[in-house]
């Protein structure tokens, strides 16, 4: 819908084509964004080799246990590659780039990152985001035509700070909706998600990433709305936890994916190859397992030795 109302002629690829007929005739993505019509200056298929002929680039939003799945499904060479998923992949411990470098090592990539709810981005609302890549090419082309003056798109040359970012502020929603949900306090969540600020920079400060990314939109910014907006799939689930929902029932009744459940032991092991620890993201890896209450983990934080700021 960004992509349209900044003036460019979109088509949308989904997988399945009969809900791809369903969206081009009612002119609605029903499921995912209710309400929200389709410009005219979009076209919907289920041929991607069609979706992507004579495209300038192509965004990638699926979550990313599928990135790999929805990938491998587009046609060889093509245009480069835009991914707007955050989380880390479960069993390889790749970031979404890596994935995509992996599967088409000669393509341009590049990440588009920042707090945005989709439904507020679709109605127009305003926002800022980052879209960082190695390619500075693809990254001002991206920037020039997705931006607008309600939609404001910097440019980035950090990735994997972006990224990094993306995926453990997930991980630390899910710990920032446990605390309240579970009654802890306002004050206890401004703590925990200023130690998981914390602990976003140092893992984006092991990967390569610099310490200003994780300060940024796709950082900080990211983290501040995901861990306060009531809108958070991450921050929603944590609540839902803290107040004794089991996991799998939590799980089963929302639509959309919650990033964070399969991100957290892939973040914790990433961090731990790279010798870096993540208390707040270990303790949520643990609760999502069963392998900790809420008491404990918060029992666990508190008592860890005091040192320095
Ligand atoms: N919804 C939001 O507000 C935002 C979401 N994101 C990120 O974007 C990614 C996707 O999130 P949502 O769209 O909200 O997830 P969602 O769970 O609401 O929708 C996932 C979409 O991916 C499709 N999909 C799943 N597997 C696929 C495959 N193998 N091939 C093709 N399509 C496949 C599904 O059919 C569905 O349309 C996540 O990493 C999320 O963190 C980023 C910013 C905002
Ligand atoms: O990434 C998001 C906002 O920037 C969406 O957050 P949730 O997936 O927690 O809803």
Redesign the pocket.
């Known amino acids: 819908l960004q992509a349209a109302r900044a003036g460019n002629a979109v088509t949308l690829w ?3 084509p009969a ?1 791809a007929a369903a969206m081009a005739e009612a002119r609605e993505n029903a ?2 964004l209710p309400g929200q019509p389709l410009s005219a200056a979009i076209q919907v298929t289920a041929d991607a080799a069609a979706a992507m002929e004579g495209a300038l680039f192509a965004l990638v ?4 246990q ?1 990135l790999r ?2 990938v491998a ?1 587009l046609p060889p060479g093509g245009c480069p590659l835009v991914v ?4 880390v992949e479960r069993g390889t411990l790749c970031l979404p780039l890596e994935i995509l470098e992996q599967l088409r090592p000669e393509a341009p990539a590049a990440v588009l ?1 920042g707090p ?4 507020e981005v679709a109605r127009g609302l305003p926002a800022a985001a980052v879209v960082a890549s190695g390619d500075a090419a693809l990254r001002s082309l991206a920037g020039e035509l997705l931006g607008t003056a309600g939609f404001r798109l910097y440019g980035g040359d950090d990735p994997m700070g972006v990224q990094v970012g ?1 995926a453990a502020k ?1 991980v630390i929603a899910i710990a920032a909706g446990a605390v309240i949900g579970a009654g802890l306090g306002e004050n206890a969540r401004a703590a925990l998600v200023t130690r998981g600020l914390a602990e976003l920079s140092r893992l984006t400060v092991a990967l390569g990433g610099r310490a200003e990314t994780a300060a940024g939109l796709s950082g900080l910014g990211d983290l501040l709305l995901t861990t306060t907006g009531a809108g958070s ?1 991450n921050t929603s689930l944590g609540m839902e936890l803290a107040r004794g929902t089991p996991l799998e029932a939590a799980l089963a009744s929302r ?3 919650a ?1 964070g459940v399969e991100t957290a032991p892939a973040l914790v092991a990433r961090a731990a190859a790279a010798g870096v620890e993540l208390p707040i993201c270990a303790a949520v890896a643990e609760l999502l397992a069963g392998e900790l209450s809420i008491g404990q983990a918060m029992g666990r934080l508190l008592s860890r030795p005091r040192r320095d700021e």
Not at 61 to 64: E, I, K, L
Not at 84 to 87: Q, T
């Open positions: 989904a997988r399945d809900r499921r995912y939003v699926v979550p990313v599928h799945a929805a499904a707007c998923a955050k989380g990152s945005n709810f989709a439904h993306g997930n799939r639509a959309g994916v990033e």
